[in-house]
């Protein structure tokens, strides 16, 4: 609509002279925190895709506080919070209340990915900070959704299809805390048997890194074998049945779903190349409802408000 038209869009180049070596000061914060750490790169993933799915890419994901967006319960797990800061810190002195933190965290993301193996792109800039976080509107796609509601969830931010394929592929680094996956691994449903679309070989292997007795909270790979590198393998084992999560698997159960994921995998015309497709649907989801102009405000520390 013509609305549309007078909606402020980041751009690439945005800080200029304001802030010019913003990017290298991220990516060196970033290094430095995947050499410490590689778990920081899925950690920082998810959290860009938390904070864009609610009240848009404005890192109201990070504000601390009762009730605050952080204290949901998909947010409980999030990590990569100090590199966010460290990065803020020295920006600060660099260029003091000039870069968002909504738009370190797009930056950083985009870096974790690139160093993860995955594809480099240009992100866009001038997202301004939200002053609003309630756990009350933190609503994300969970585990065990059925297709049908994950392209609901993303259909909501304008997301399509093959950006919800694509962009699930993310879970191609990181992992997840067995008390997400386990039922469908021991009692599918209440039926007292694994989820029947499960690869019979991977039941035993995922029940004995996730016991019914053990810690809920112990972690395994969404990407089996490959858990740490930016890859297909993701959607390879969705094709094998080795999908961690119920939400994953359905992507190759599910008739529309399906072609995209063989698409990606070079099994069907016309292809798609991983890399390309995660940049452009990242590149969309980073500028989900971005603030500009009057709407919010550039931090001096990433987990308060002015
Ligand atoms: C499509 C619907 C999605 C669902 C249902 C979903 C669900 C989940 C769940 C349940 C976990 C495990 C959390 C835990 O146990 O700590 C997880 C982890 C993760 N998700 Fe998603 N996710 C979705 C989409 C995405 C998207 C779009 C991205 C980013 C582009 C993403 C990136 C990640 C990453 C990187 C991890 C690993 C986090 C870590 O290791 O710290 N997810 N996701
Ligand atoms: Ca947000
Ligand atoms: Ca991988």
């Given at each position: 609509t013509h609305k549309n038209f007078f909606l402020p869009r980041p751009r690439i180049g945005y800080y200029g002279s304001a802030c010019w070596n913003v990017e290298s000061i991220v990516r060196t914060v970033v290094e430095s925190n995947y050499l410490a750490n590689p778990a920081n790169a899925p950690g920082i993933l998810r959290m860009h895709f938390h904070d864009c799915f609610v009240q848009g890419c404005d890192a109201s994901v990070l504000l601390a506080g009762p009730n605050s967006e952080r204290t949901a319960i998909p947010n409980l797990s999030l990590r990569g919070f100090n590199v966010i800061e460290e990065a803020k810190t020295q920006l600060e002195i660099a260029c003091p209340r000039t870069v968002s933190c909504a738009d370190i965290l797009a930056l950083a993301a985009r870096d974790?990915?690139?160093?993860?193996?995955?594809?480099?792109?240009?992100?866009?800039?001038?997202?301004?900070?939200?002053?609003?976080?309630?756990?009350?509107?933190?609503?994300?796609?969970?585990?065990?959704?059925?297709?049908?509601?994950?392209?609901?969830?993303?259909?909501?931010?304008?997301l399509n299809t093959q950006d919800l394929v694509v962009l699930a592929a993310g879970h191609t680094i990181g992992t997840a805390g067995c008390v997400v996956f386990r039922d469908r691994f021991f009692n599918y449903d209440n039926t007292g048997s694994p989820d029947p679309t499960i690869a019979p070989s991977f039941v035993p292997q995922i029940q004995a890194q996730c016991p019914l007795n053990g810690d809920p909270a112990t972690r395994v790979v969404l990407d089996t074998g490959s858990g740490d590198q930016f890859d297909t393998s993701y959607l390879n084992n969705l094709r094998n049945g080795r999908g961690l999560l119920e939400s994953d698997q359905v992507l190759w159960t599910n008739p529309e779903t399906r072609p995209i994921v063989e698409r990606l995998l070079g099994l069907r015309f016309p292809f798609l190349i991983f890399g390309l497709e995660f940049a452009r649907s990242m590149t969309k989801m980073s500028q989900i409802e971005i603030k500009m102009g009057l709407d919010g405000e550039i931090r001096r520390v990433c987990s308060a408000v002015n």
């Open positions: 974790f990915v690139h160093l993860a193996g995955g594809q480099w792109w240009p992100v866009p800039l001038g997202r301004l900070d939200g002053r609003v976080s309630l756990a009350s509107n933190v609503i994300l796609p969970g585990p065990t959704d059925s297709v049908a509601v994950q392209k609901l969830r993303f259909a909501e931010k304008n």
